[in-house]
């Protein structure tokens, strides 16, 4: 339903991140020439052969046949540990990405990325997504009215310029951002956010406004560049 709304240009060209979603968008859109990227989703399920068969696979820029783009991406797709190589190879085929529409579905459950892209010139560098962790509260935890949300968030490229904290979509506080975190810059070693490895985020949340019972905890990242991003949100019990 969002592709319908969505209405690309019938002479755009139509890019999925994987063949699941180049299959879900063909249908919806009535569409035989949807053009898939190579995914390792593809080759788990055998359909690399069959999209490069059907000349459907695109692996560079200089193949999609016309301008604007139409780039459409399932975050959750990915394990969460290869996302970022994921978003570096984007920037690889498309360079500099534009601030993309985040799509959450089920509070993040589903979680799409969508991109406009207007001019096939490559431009340099990599303003990737950004990608967050909550290392407390734990999901379904049992919280008070006032408690401590942590964890860590980045974004290649551009880096985060705020971290908010929202409760059922309501901003309730801004987090300190810009801790220490060497175990985040070790992991995530291909990581060039400006900040690293000082990405940690700490905020008392007040929730003493929510009723009591179960609401959805998330967090709003700002992006230096001007880019906001809704992070998938997580269930807890006040």
């Known amino acids: 339903e969002r592709a319908r709304q969505l209405r690309p240009d019938p002479q755009s060209t139509i890019v999925a991140g994987d063949f699941a979603l180049g299959a879900g968008l063909a249908f919806a859109l009535d569409r035989a020439d949807i053009r898939v990227l190579d995914s390792p989703l593809n080759h788990k399920h055998g359909r690399a052969g069959q999209l490069q068969q059907w000349r459907l696979q695109l692996d560079e820029l200089a193949q999609a046949p016309s ?19 994921v978003y570096h190879q984007l920037c690889e085929v498309f360079g500099a990405l534009p601030a993309p529409e985040v799509m ?21 560098g990599c303003n990737a997504p950004a990608l967050a962790y909550v290392d407390s509260p734990l999901a379904k935890a049992t ?25 059922d979509g309501v901003v309730v506080a801004t987090a300190d951002y810009g801790q220490a975190m060497p175990n985040v810059a070790e992991y995530w070693r291909i990581s060039n956010d400006p900040h690293q490895p ?41």
């Open 67 to 85: 301008a604007p783009v139409l780039l459409i991406i399932d975050d959750t797709a990915t394990a969460m540990k290869h996302r970022l190589a």
């Open 104 to 124: 959450n579905v089920d509070h993040g459950r589903k979680r799409y990325l969508i991109y406009r892209i207007d001019s096939l010139d490559k431009r340099s």
């Open 143 to 167: 919280v008070p009215s006032r408690f401590t949300m942590a964890g860590w968030a980045f974004k290649d490229g551009a880096g985060l310029s705020k971290v908010e904290v929202t409760i």
């Open 198 to 238: 000082d990405v940690g985020f700490k905020a008392e949340v007040d929730a003493s406004a929510f009723s009591p019972g179960m609401h959805w905890l998330g967090l709003r990242l700002h992006g230096v560049d001007g880019t906001v991003e809704q992070w998938a949100e997580q269930p807890i019990r006040i």
